[in-house]
T-cell receptor, first 109, second 120 residues
Framework: SQKIEQNSEALNIQEGKTATLTCNYT??????LQWYRQDPGRGPVFLLL?????KEKRKERLKVTFDTTLKQSLFHITASQPADSATYLC????????FGKGTTLSVSS | GAVVSQHPSRVICKSGTSVKIECRSL??????MFWYRQFPKQSLMLMAT?????????EQGVEKDKFLINHASLTLSTLTVTSAHPEDSSFYIC????????????????FGEGSRLTVL
């Protein structure tokens, strides 16, 4: 069955550093992969989508890569800020979106 | 952008009672809405796909008689948890795709704020 793994449950970094989150998947070849941000007690908010034929996508301080050979996506936040602290979810396209458990990022000042 | 509103945001009920959660697309029509459930520190688990004017499609392991879904209009889907028990306590989130109405270029979903259900 399809499986998504976000390797780190939690990631703690200092303000100004680059945060890198990992999403791996197995038994699947998605046409695209998405990243969402979820704050405590709130619904997820869409951040970025990357298609299988795209290696990299950027949006302001965010960068996503997609390696279909490794079956992996990396999500980077550069110049991180305390306001970036949240849980980040990767999601794979299917008949409906399939979500990973998320990585909770904490940025300390 | 597309806005999805969910109500109530929090609800506490006694065991054995039924609870209804509403999900509305405020500025677009959604023929398809999705209902997810999320337990603490767990991923969003798809419960069912709600289709306007037809029966919902439930994921394996989700009891359709317990989780009643009604998508009576293009802007409203409801989830009713019937005869709720403490193990049904969870965070329920709905989402909708605005792709059909051209509000988005990609396949992202717009989520409601979620409803925290606590069954005593």
């Amino acid at each position: 069955s399809q499986k998504i793994e976000q390797n780190s449950e939690a990631l703690n970094i200092q303000e100004g550093k680059t945060a890198t989150l990992t999403c791996n998947y197995t038994n699947y070849s998605p046409a695209y992969l998405q990243w969402y941000r979820q704050d405590p007690g709130r619904g997820p908010v869409f951040l970025l989508l990357i298609r299988e034929n795209e290696k990299e996508k950027r949006k302001e301080r965010l960068k996503v890569t997609f390696d279909t050979t490794l079956k992996q996506s990396l999500f980077h936040i550069t110049a991180s800020q305390p306001a970036d602290s949240a849980t980040y979810l990767c999601a794979l396209e299917g008949t409906a979106l399939i979500f990973g458990k998320g990585t909770t990022l904490s940025v300390s000042s | 952008g597309a806005v999805v509103s969910q109500h109530p945001s929090r609800v506490i009920c006694k065991s054995g009672t039924s609870v209804k959660i509403e999900c509305r697309s405020l500025d677009f029509q959604a023929t398809t809405m999705f209902w997810y459930r999320q337990f603490p520190k767990q991923s969003l688990m798809l419960m069912a796909t709600s289709n306007e004017g037809s029966k919902a499609t439930y994921e394996q392991g989700v009891e359709k008689d317990k989780f009643l879904i009604n998508h009576a209009s293009l802007t409203l889907s409801t989830l009713t948890v019937t005869s709720a028990h403490p193990e049904d306590s969870s965070f329920y989130i709905c989402s909708a795709s605005a792709f059909e109405v051209g509000l988005q270029a990609d396949g992202e979903l717009f989520f409601g704020e979620g409803s925290r259900l606590t069954v005593l």
